[in-house]
């Protein structure tokens, strides 16, 4: 998350973007990064994450105003929608769960008692319970993104501190602390709280967010980091003009800053392309964006899901309709993301606003992706030789959306895809 709260309350995000331009970080591209020399080559691994984590996290729907009641409801609502066993087990404080604003130099990190009366580790332990996990936010600052007491300085008490709670996973976000810094600064302060959590023996995933500056994925699964954000904050929007407050990525957006980043990608190591929109219909109380449609949050999920990216829900897990419960739950495309082969799609074809993604799949069969970018109907069409490389004679195709196969085929499969739609299929080679 790098929605400054601190500084929208003055000028809104657009003062942030004229920070980081004035710092020579642009607000729509990452620095160059710097040569570091002073680091050795770590290979840090947690062992953990090893497909892509699934989840909700509080902030896109939510911001600060998290308490313990939203927590308890939102784990119970999962377990009982079907969420918590279609592989989202992951519960996730974002910011303002900190009991005091202000720097981490005039105030402990504490949690606040009136919104988390019990307490944390009651949380963690009315997740782990009913079998799922809990998540926390902190940053490599004196302060946080919204304003609250940092753990610069602190991370080894902060680590032992969440492990005392039960923390199965951890945001550490850098944003305003370290906007104008080098790389070399922002990969050393990560990488004491990755030591610090490793020391501890408590099976945390980390999450190093930077929002794709530094090009934090050149180095962030060296320092022990599980994901890694890959750009800004996501709007919740499918295709915006440009960027929202010279800042936002919409969907289209992310996909487009993302796709090249596959070689980065590996099971324990993932390229984040943002928290999830789908179900917030332009009601969040935090991110800018005016919603997308149902056809349009489906293209997001289906390709956070050939992207490997991780599934973490921001909307109101309480409050989910038929179709959007339907989006999220979906096996096989959840299967698509969770491929123990743990690989990111690739873009195998460009046809302009017509654009084939795909990806082999450990049981060796392809996950193709048919985006089409454009507002109007088109038939697409894939050739498994010509755009997979493959020498296979016929395939046979199954739709994951309509859960149904579509044939075995000789010739390249043409299907009608409509306007903002990904079709996403499963390509297997026929036993004969």
Same mark, same amino acid.
């Given at each position: 998350?790098?929605?400054?709260?601190?500084?929208?309350?003055?000028?809104?995000?657009?003062? #942030?973007?004229?920070?980081?331009?004035?710092?020579?970080?642009?607000?729509?591209?990452?620095?160059?990064?710097?040569?570091?020399?002073? %680091?050795?080559?770590? &290979?840090?691994? &947690?062992?953990?994450?090893?497909?892509?984590?699934?989840?909700?996290?509080?902030?896109?729907? %939510?911001?600060?105003?998290?308490?313990?009641?939203?927590?308890?409801?939102?784990?119970?609502?999962?377990?009982? &929608?079907?969420?918590?066993?279609?592989?989202?087990?992951?519960?996730?404080?974002?910011?303002?769960?900190?009991?005091?604003?202000?720097?981490?130099?005039?105030?402990?990190?504490?949690?606040?008692?009136?919104?988390?009366?019990?307490?944390?580790?009651?949380?963690?332990?009315?997740?782990?319970?009913?079998?799922?996990?809990?998540?926390?936010?902190?940053?490599?600052?004196?302060?946080?993104?919204?304003?609250?007491?940092?753990?610069?300085?602190?991370?080894? !008490?902060?680590?032992?501190?969440?492990?005392?709670?039960?923390?199965?996973?951890?945001?550490?976000?850098?944003?305003?602390?370290?906007?104008? !810094?080098?790389?070399?600064?922002?990969?050393?302060?990560?990488?004491?709280?990755?030591?610090?959590?490793?020391?501890?023996?408590?099976?945390?995933?980390?999450?190093?967010?930077?929002?794709?500056?530094?090009?934090?994925?050149?180095?962030?699964?060296?320092?022990?980091? &599980?994901?890694?954000?890959?750009?800004?904050?996501?709007?919740?929007? %499918?295709?915006?003009?440009?960027?929202?407050?010279?800042?936002? %990525?919409?969907?289209?957006?992310?996909?487009?800053?993302?796709?090249?980043?596959?070689?980065?990608?590996?099971?324990?190591?993932?390229?984040?392309?943002? $928290? #999830?929109?789908?179900?917030?219909?332009?009601?969040?109380?935090?991110?800018?964006?005016?919603?997308?449609?149902?056809?349009?949050?489906?293209?997001?999920?289906? $390709?956070?899901?050939?992207?490997?990216?991780?599934?973490?829900?921001?909307?109101?897990?309480?409050?989910?309709?038929?179709?959007?419960?339907?989006?999220?739950?979906?096996?096989?495309?959840?299967?698509?993301?969770?491929?123990?082969?743990?690989?990111?799609?690739?873009?195998?074809?460009?046809?302009?606003?017509?654009?084939?993604?795909?990806?082999?799949?450990?049981?060796?069969?392809?996950?193709?992706?048919?985006?089409?970018?454009?507002?109007?109907?088109?038939?697409?069409?894939?050739?498994?030789?010509?755009?997979?490389?493959?020498?296979?004679?016929?395939?046979?195709?199954?739709?994951?959306?309509?859960?149904?196969?579509?044939?075995?085929?000789?010739?390249?499969?043409?299907?009608?895809?409509?306007?903002?739609?990904?079709?996403?299929?499963?390509?297997?080679?026929?036993?004969?």
């Amino acid at each position: 998350m790098m929605t400054l709260l601190k500084t929208v309350r003055l000028t809104g995000m657009a003062a #942030l973007a004229a920070l980081a331009l004035g710092s020579g970080v642009h607000a729509t591209e990452p620095a160059s990064p710097e040569k570091i020399t002073n %680091f050795e080559a770590l &290979n840090m691994s &947690n062992g953990l994450a090893k497909t892509p984590p699934m989840g909700w996290s509080s902030w896109n729907g %939510f911001g600060v105003a998290i308490n313990e009641k939203l927590v308890i409801e939102t784990i119970d609502a999962m377990v009982e &929608n079907g969420m918590r066993d279609a592989g989202y087990v992951y519960v996730n404080l974002d910011d303002g769960w900190q009991r005091y604003e202000g720097s981490r130099e005039d105030h402990p990190l504490e949690y606040d008692p009136e919104k988390f009366p019990r307490g944390i580790k009651y949380l963690a332990d009315y997740a782990h319970e009913r079998g799922m996990k809990l998540g926390i936010y902190s940053g490599p600052g004196k302060d946080t993104c919204a304003g609250y007491t940092g753990s610069a300085g602190h991370e080894a !008490e902060d680590a032992a501190m969440f492990a005392s709670w039960g923390i199965d996973h951890l945001k550490y976000d850098a944003c305003c602390s370290h906007v104008n !810094e080098s790389a070399e600064v922002v990969r050393r302060d990560f990488l004491t709280m990755s030591k610090a959590l490793i020391a501890e023996k408590q099976d945390v995933v980390y999450h190093t967010c930077h929002c794709g500056w530094t090009n934090v994925w050149e180095w962030a699964g060296d320092i022990g980091a &599980n994901h890694w954000r890959i750009g800004q904050d996501i709007s919740d929007d %499918f295709d915006y003009p440009e960027n929202r407050e010279q800042y936002y %990525f919409d969907v289209l957006d992310m996909i487009d800053r993302g796709v090249e980043l596959g070689r980065y990608a590996k099971p324990g190591q993932w390229n984040d392309f943002d $928290m #999830l929109i789908v179900g917030l219909d332009g009601k969040s109380k935090t991110l800018v964006g005016a919603g997308a449609s149902n056809i349009e949050y489906r293209t997001h999920f289906s $390709m956070w899901a050939m992207l490997a990216s991780p599934l973490l829900v921001g909307s109101d897990i309480r409050d989910l309709d038929r179709y959007t419960l339907e989006t999220l739950t979906n096996k096989e495309v959840i299967a698509i993301s969770q491929d123990a082969l743990g690989l990111q799609a690739e873009k195998v074809r460009d046809d302009g606003d017509h654009e084939i993604y795909a990806k082999e799949l450990s049981d060796g069969s392809w996950a193709v992706a048919l985006l089409n970018r454009n507002g109007t109907t088109v038939d697409m069409t894939v050739s498994w030789k010509r755009d997979l490389g493959l020498q296979w004679e016929r395939a046979t195709v199954r739709d994951l959306w309509d859960h149904e196969d579509k044939g075995t085929y000789d010739i390249p499969y043409t299907v009608e895809v409509i306007g903002h739609e990904a079709k996403i299929l499963r390509l297997s080679k026929p036993a004969n």
